[in-house]
């Protein structure tokens, strides 16, 4: 059972599956309408600058540009995109390689106590950010570390979620490759980084696209450790444009974050074709 | 393989991230740098901190803006670490806490000269010593809708003056039927219900402590003749959040609501045809009672940790002047200056709706500055709430609030 | 015997990472809130908190709005999980195969988790308002419309309904990945065999998805016991405290007492029962597949 055997390009399941969509559909598209509704109310709000929050007047009253305009006329838009792209590119690597490192360790049972050190990595997970984000801004206030591009990556660059995820993943992928390739005596390393990793591509997708998803749109602690303007990433930076104590600028912030949604979907389709086609890499020695 | 070197290339990209930020975080400093939170928009104060650095040559003011969303958990963690601003704006629901806190930096003597010309003295003392400048106040009025006034055969001239007034008016817009409603209850939503119902309590002599904050007299016959009244208005209006009641109030469906200066903003921007009023808010009836209203701003404070303290201090004299806070409350239009000076200013003439609320400042009434309001507050909302949603009757709901109160006035 | 030795080596510096983060970036803020749990620590308050022994936990469970918090998160979790893994779980199965509008299919269905939670929760306000959108649908087709957000009864099945409705696009995500993991040839082996799609479901499929499951499950778990930010923007932990979960009432007392030691001592108490259920959850539905030869 090698894994080139594991997938034929889909081919066998295409033909297979030509005839099923139909009833598919059925039950699939009235499910899926329920996913666009918000979506395109957000849209029709962003698109009515005279409606306000409201939907009847949006639907009533002309339709134009203006929010889009006075978005990308927003001084400093600029620098709250790249701020956020360059921290969650930088997390977003370091969350798939040292999940795919801690994780993999944990899959194989690697360690000794391994159940007690995976029930701990997910146990950080079990205590809520009110309560640590304090401590955590002492901490990188006495590592001298606020208002720096290290606030925002650091402490993030390791995700439990992530490594719980790859273990469990780990857990059901067979051994027999890297077994035969310790019998060949192939280095731990060269087993890890030429057998494993491309095994678990369709598992560090997945990690990719959440950890971007939990960055991109991360508020509370680019918030706090972050004071300068020139470090704002876009959620801060279009909560500062959009709210005042009592009101919202609806379109404007609809605006926003139809903009800032682009770049997840945009990751999420350039990852989700790896959640499938990863298996084949691996047979290769 | 080149997955790897791709992977490489980016963790090296990332490493470089890293020290390129922590490097350019090592700026110079200027002569005197006093760095300053606020929430309003940057274009906004911008021209007031040239204006000060302009006045004041060698002093440079660093900005940085705070969000609404979890701005008080920012400051709550920078007040915790000690990496304090030197200037900040405070709400007013957050100073007992902090006063209590003994954090802040005390001003009285530096500020005596200013005691005339500032009003909202309440928010940032304890007793007679000042731990920080009133900048703005915001208050809460009735708006009314002119177009509703006038379908219901109102005279859109006359607001409601007194309680009786307002529910003969409610009762008429709620007869117009068709999905618009009389007036504007809130409910549901903690930190607002407060500041919806006590004006009518206010308004007819209820007080909730004692002038000395020793007793809770919160149980008082004023009291439930205020929250009979406003259950009653359930039956000539709507149930909703704040924010769905604005809504409905720009959307020519609500006649009636108590808001505040926040609309001056969002109405142009989000309903510019509607045609509406500001007045006061109603009393009991002509002869008993006051406009009472709910008084709250924003606050600037310096703290003890911070290390421009008299620069800072400089700063906050120089924003809580009237022709300054004007300036702010003019671009902002949510407040209005605690500067009492700036009342007669030409804007309110020209502007009389926003004039009203000046004119509300009067006869508003600040909260308690007791340590323990937070969990007062939240005792009156929930006892109110009850009340509202028919859980509990008038005078159950007083009771048992009044005895939370009393509890919590007995703590130290 | 050196390669099992290097073998060793190789694993506690791939381990590395977590142990090295975790120590700078973990353990003090773990710690610091244990042993701020055991004093009145407020970050607003001048001079050093004083230790009160367990008077913070004893507080907390004799206070009434505490039990109600966890009462009524409870209900949210066990009212919202089991539809929220089942209906990922069928979204994943019904979107792996391919056909024709399948990427459609999986980018509409992962839209939710694509928007912050914030305006997402805004969004679900307007939406959920007595005369919103969601009330002129149910208007239309003659069902009650109440006021979802304003009736103590409907405002918590509200929020759970939009988390589920939000909640199982990104959980279908993780399904897809573990059902890829499972080989193909075992589904051709058994449609030889004769077996029927809901065998080879039931035999080949929900076995081999277990780990991905346990994932799903206590991941799930954890995040629901800790909801907040729908609650926050939504109600307000109203009405009536309908909606007021444990980490909404460790909010109050954090950022409006500005009890942070109190607050700390709600979250250890939250961390004990989310760590109990993570372990039944690990010990029940976690036993180690097949697949590994």
Not at chain 1, 181 to 199: C, K, N, T, Y
Not at chain 1, 216 to 221: D, E, I, R
Not at chain 3, 30 to 57: K, M, Q
Not at chain 3, 235 to 260: I, K, S
């Amino acid at each position: 059972m090698s894994a080139a055997e594991r997938w034929d390009g889909g081919a066998d399941e295409r033909r297979r599956q030509a005839h099923v969509p139909a009833w598919r559909w059925i039950w699939l598209g009235p499910w899926l309408a329920t996913m666009l509704v918000p979506f395109a109310w957000m849209l029709a709000i962003s698109l009515a600058p005279a409606a306000g929050g409201s939907l009847s007047r949006a639907l009533t009253t002309p339709w134009s540009l203006a929010n889009y305009r006075a978005l990308f006329a927003t001084a400093h838009l600029g620098t709250y995109l790249v701020n956020s792209a360059v921290v969650a590119l930088a997390v977003v690597t370091l969350n798939v390689l040292t999940a795919a490192m801690v994780g993999y360790v944990l899959g194989r049972r690697r360690v000794g106590g391994e159940r007690f050190w995976t029930l701990g990595i997910v146990a950080t997970l079990m205590l809520p950010k009110q309560v640590l984000m304090i401590p955590l801004y002492l901490v990188i206030a006495r590592l001298h570390l606020l208002d720096t591009y290290a606030a925002l990556i650091l402490p993030f660059a390791v995700d439990a979620f992530s490594i719980f995820l790859v273990r469990q993943y780990v857990l059901g992928l067979p051994a027999e490759l890297e077994e035969a390739a310790r019998v060949d005596g192939a280095s731990d390393v060269a087993i890890f980084v030429r057998i494993v990793l491309p095994l678990m591509r369709p598992v560090l997708a997945v990690v990719a696209i959440q950890s971007f998803l939990a960055n991109w749109n991360s508020f509370l602690y680019p918030l706090i450790l972050v004071d300068s303007d020139r470090l704002r990433t876009l959620p801060v930076g279009l909560a500062l444009l959009s709210q005042t104590e009592h009101s919202v600028d609806w379109g404007f912030l609809m605006a926003g974050s139809a903009l800032a949604s682009l770049p997840v979907l945009a990751a999420f389709l350039a990852f989700q074709r790896h959640i499938l086609s990863g298996v084949l890499a691996g047979s290769e020695k | 393989m080149m997955r790897s070197r791709r992977r490489a290339g980016a963790f090296a990209l990332a490493c470089l991230a890293i020290l390129g930020g922590a490097a350019l975080s090592c700026g110079r400093a200027p002569s005197t740098e006093v760095v300053f939170w606020e929430f309003w928009p940057a274009e906004i104060v911008q021209p007031l901190l040239d204006r000060f650095e302009h006045e004041h040559p060698g002093v440079h003011v660093r900005l940085e803006q705070l969000t609404w969303q979890s701005g008080q958990e920012k400051i709550a963690a920078a007040v915790g670490a000690d990496h304090v601003p030197d200037l900040c704006e405070v709400g007013s629901t957050w100073m007992p806490r902090l006063l209590a806190g003994g954090k802040l930096a005390e001003w009285t003597s530096s500020v005596e000269d200013l005691r005339p010309e500032l009003r909202g003295w309440s928010l940032c003392s304890i007793g007679d010593h000042a731990y920080g400048l009133p900048w703005v106040m915001g208050t809460r009025a009735l708006f009314y809708n002119k177009t509703l006034f006038a379908k219901a055969g109102l005279d859109s001239t006359k607001p409601p003056e007194t309680w009786d007034d307002l529910y003969a008016a409610a009762e008429a817009i709620q007869k117009l039927g068709g999905g618009v409603h009389g007036y504007g209850v809130q409910a549901g939503e903690r930190y607002i219900l407060f500041k919806k119902f006590m004006p009518f309590a206010w308004g007819n002599g209820g007080r909730i402590l004692s002038d000395d904050q020793t007793a809770a007299v919160f149980d008082s016959p004023q009291n439930l003749a205020a929250l009979e009244f406003y259950l009653k208005l359930r039956d000539v209006g709507l149930i909703e959040h704040q924010d769905e009641l604005d809504r409905q109030f720009k959307d020519g469906r609500l006649g009636l609501e108590i808001s505040g200066a926040w609309l001056f903003k969002s109405i142009p921007r989000d309903a510019p045809r509607l045609r509406y009023g500001v007045a006061l808010v109603p009393r009991p009836d002509l002869e008993h009672g006051t406009h009472a209203s709910f008084a709250g701003g924003e606050v600037l404070v310096g703290f003890k940790a911070a290390k421009q303290q008299a620069a800072a201090l400089q700063l906050a004299r120089f924003l809580v002047r009237a022709d300054n806070a004007l300036a702010l409350s003019i671009a902002a239009k949510g407040v209005q200056p605690a500067a009492v000076a700036a009342d007669t200013a030409a804007y309110y003439r020209e502007h009389p709706a926003e004039q009203v609320m000046i004119q509300q400042f009067e006869t508003a009434v600040p909260t308690p500055n007791h340590p323990a309001w937070g969990d007062m507050e939240a005792a009156i909302e929930d006892e109110i709430e009850q009340a509202l949603l028919g859980k509990k009757t008038p005078r159950q709901a007083l009771s048992d609030a009044n005895q939370k109160l009393a509890q919590l006035v007995a703590k130290p | 015997m050196s390669r099992r030795v290097h073998s060793r080596a190789t694993s506690w510096l791939l381990l590395a990472p977590w142990v090295v983060a975790f120590a700078v970036f973990g353990l003090y803020p773990f710690a610091f809130s244990l042993g701020a749990s055991f004093t009145d620590y407020s970050p607003i308050h001048e001079g050093a908190p004083h230790f009160v022994g367990f008077a913070n936990y004893a507080a907390a469970l004799a206070d009434p709005a505490f039990w109600s918090s966890l009462g009524t998160t409870a209900v949210f979790v066990v009212g919202s999980i089991p539809f929220t893994t089942a209906l990922a779980l069928a979204l994943a199965l019904a979107v792996q195969p391919a056909f024709r509008g399948r990427t459609l299919f999986r980018v509409g269905f992962f839209l939710p988790s694509v928007v912050s939670v914030v305006v997402l929760s805004l969004v679900f306000k307007g939406l959920y308002a007595a005369d919103g959108t969601l009330n002129a649908l149910l208007g239309a087709l003659h069902l009650p419309t109440p006021s979802w957000l304003l009736d103590p009864h409907t405002a918590l099945p509200a929020i759970m309904a939009m988390d589920v409705w939000s909640a199982s696009g990104y959980y279908m995500v993780i399904f897809l990945a573990g059902l890829e993991a499972i080989p193909r040839e075992l589904y051709e082996a058994a449609h030889l065999e004769g077996a029927g799609r809901w065998d080879a479901f039931a035999h080949i499929t929900l076995p081999l998805l277990r780990p991905t499951l346990l994932f799903v499950l206590v991941v799930n778990t954890v995040r629901s016991l800790q909801i907040f930010a729908e609650v926050f923007v939504m109600t307000r932990g109203g009405p009536l405290h309908a909606t007021t979960t444990v980490v909404y009432y460790l909010y109050e007392q954090a950022f409006y007492r500005f009890n942070l030691g109190y607050a700390s001592a709600v979250a250890y108490l939250l961390f004990a029962v989310t760590l109990l259920l993570a372990w039944a959850q690990m010990k029940l539905v976690g036993r180690p597949t097949e697949g590994a030869a």
